[in-house]
Nanobody, 118 residues
Framework: VQLVESGGGLVQAGGSLRLSCAAS????????MGWYRQAPGKQRELVAA???????NNTDSVKGRFTISRDNAKNTVYLQMNSLKPEDTAVYYC?????????????WGQGTQVTVSS
């Protein structure tokens, strides 16, 4: 199983980035997908999630700025990030989860750095 993130980088405050996470080795369409982030000295936190049915939720700090979406034909989940703030600086991780009859499948990508300058 591989989750490969891309799209991170350095951007000025107010700018935009789109992160992508390409999955392989899983039946992507049955997995719930999420984007997490971890800033230096802080715990990893959920940023946005999308279920296999397409329902989404975002953490309060990114509502109205970030949008998660998925393309099952491309086995890819996206995170569109607009109006970026310096406090959005973190390593962003892609996550895939699947629960079936007590079996728990949980995979992580290697992370992509997002740095927002003020």
């Amino acid at each position: 199983v591989q989750l490969v993130e891309s799209g991170g980088g350095l951007v000025q405050a107010g700018g935009s980035l789109r992160l992508s996470c390409a999955a392989s080795g899983i039946i992507f369409s049955v997995y719930d997908m999420g984007w997490y982030r971890q800033a230096p000295g802080k715990q990893r936190e959920l940023v946005a999630a999308i279920t296999r049915g397409g329902s989404t939720n975002n953490t309060d700090s990114v509502k109205g700025r970030f949008t998660i979406s998925r393309d099952n034909a491309k086995n890819t989940v996206y995170l569109q990030m607009n109006s970026l703030k310096p406090e959005d600086t973190a390593v962003y991780y892609c996550n895939a989860k699947y629960l079936l009859l007590g079996s728990h499948y949980d995979y992580w990508g290697q992370g992509t750095q997002v740095t927002v300058s003020s």
